[in-house]
């Protein structure tokens, strides 16, 4: 019978995970100042709801189709040290925010929708500065258009 060799372990056996060490990377963060923290900027591209915005009655009627862009910064971002999505903005918290803000209530335009959205972003995350496009695809319109779009850029209190 032949010796069992550490590299010839069964199929349906994990190899062992090697021990990791304490993480310091609180102690890490203690030692950075003010400059030397990096800013991120976290981006979300084409979220896809279904809203009721529009100049006509019948597209806040009947709803259509709306893709939401965003870009925000966040400086200071201590999770390039933590690795904590808590010292970041968590990107699936601010899509179910979009969602929200998107589809509790109705705007007759674009503009107004884009700056609602960067309102609550600066006053809920503390987001530096906070970029939001929001397209029409299929827009309600007699000529053919690929899209139709607003973006709106919007610095915070810290900006």
Do not use: N
Not at 115 to 125: E, H, L, N, Q, W
């Amino acid at each position: 019978m032949p010796e069992d060799r550490p590299d010839e372990r069964p199929f349906d056996e994990e190899p062992d995970e090697p021990e990791l060490e304490a993480d310091d990377d609180d102690d890490d963060l203690d030692e950075l100042d003010g400059d030397d923290r990096d800013e991120v900027t976290v981006e979300i591209r084409g979220l896809s709801l279904y809203t009721h915005h529009g100049v006509s009655a019948a597209e806040r009627e009947i709803g259509q189709r709306l893709l939401v862009d965003l870009r925000m910064a966040v400086a200071d971002c201590d999770a390039t040290v933590t690795d904590r999505v808590e010292d970041t903005i968590d990107y699936g918290e601010v899509c179910q925010l979009v969602a929200l803000v998107a589809q509790q209530r109705s705007y007759k335009t674009l503009e107004r929708l884009c700056a609602a959205i960067a309102d609550r972003i600066v006053s809920d995350y503390g987001a530096e500065e906070v970029w939001v496009k929001c397209t029409k695809p299929e827009p309600p319109i007699p000529l053919p258009v690929d899209e139709v779009a607003v973006e709106l850029w919007r610095a915070g209190e810290h900006g």
